[in-house]
């Protein structure tokens, strides 16, 4: 990737990001995104920690995947890569708590693949640099990584859904309007997301490297 390209692509993966986290600077529940349970008193302090950390994990693994960075810099690459890991452990954590109450199950089930695909990965690669099989270890934490961009992925192709939604449905709104519509939309749009993500990473990034092998 040359060195443009990999500014357009974090530029991106920032301004998204910055996004999301914004209503929730404020600390007014009000502001969430995210549909509160009022049977959990403690549900928007999780969901705030658990965006907090996995915004840390977003921002910690940038760079960690950059020959360049990693050969100048291995002191820098291990402390950032123990603040990832550690992130990570945490918001895939509270990550399994908000899932107890998410009402919709999709969103449920969409949350708690996530979470615990995110755990295993990030572990297996923390296990991997641990013993020193180090090639193992890039591999995993590439995969770790791909998930912990699916929030940013799962965003960026709504505006793709909305066209397929449409086109599917012959381009009228259902009953409930534009709401429901995107209802129906953030119901599957991480699926997609953790599927795109998966993809572009064993089929681009990864086969090569195991071919080489």
């Not at 940038?62 to 002191?75: E, H, I, N, V």
């Not at 954590?93 to 969409?110: E, P, Q, R, S």
């Not at 770790?144 to 505006?159: C, E, N, Q």
């Not at 259902?174 to 998966?198: C, K, S, Y």
């Given at each position: ?179 429901q519509m995107i209802a129906d939309i953030l119901e599957v749009n991480i699926w997609i997301g953790l599927l795109i993500n998966f993809c572009l990473v064993e089929w681009v990034l990864l086969k090569p490297r195991k071919a080489q092998k």
């Amino acid at each position: 990737m040359s060195k443009k390209l990999a500014i357009f692509v974090i530029c991106i993966i920032l301004g998204v990001a910055i996004a999301a986290v914004f209503p929730y600077v404020t600390l007014n529940p009000a502001n969430s995104r995210v549909e509160l349970n009022e049977n959990f008193p403690f549900f928007y302090t999780v969901l705030v920690l658990h965006i907090g950390t996995a915004l840390l994990a977003l921002v910690s693994g940038l760079f960690q995947f950059s020959d360049r960075f990693r050969t100048r810099f291995p002191a820098r690459h291990r402390v950032l890569g123990r603040i990832y890991v550690v992130s990570v452990m945490v918001s895939g954590c509270l990550g399994l708590v908000i899932t107890v109450y998410i009402d919709n199950f999709t969103k449920a089930m969409a949350f708690l693949t996530l979470s615990l695909l995110w755990l295993f990965t990030s572990w297996k690669g923390f296990r991997y640099a641990v013993s020193k099989q180090f090639s193992e270890h890039r591999i995993w934490m590439i995969r770790s990584y791909a998930i912990t961009l699916v929030a940013t992925s799962a965003r960026l192709i709504v505006p793709l859904c909305i066209l397929l939604y449409a086109a599917m449905r012959g381009f009228h709104l259902p009953e409930g309007g534009t709401r429901q519509m995107i209802a129906d939309i953030l119901e599957v749009n991480i699926w997609i997301g953790l599927l795109i993500n998966f993809c572009l990473v064993e089929w681009v990034l990864l086969k090569p490297r195991k071919a080489q092998k």
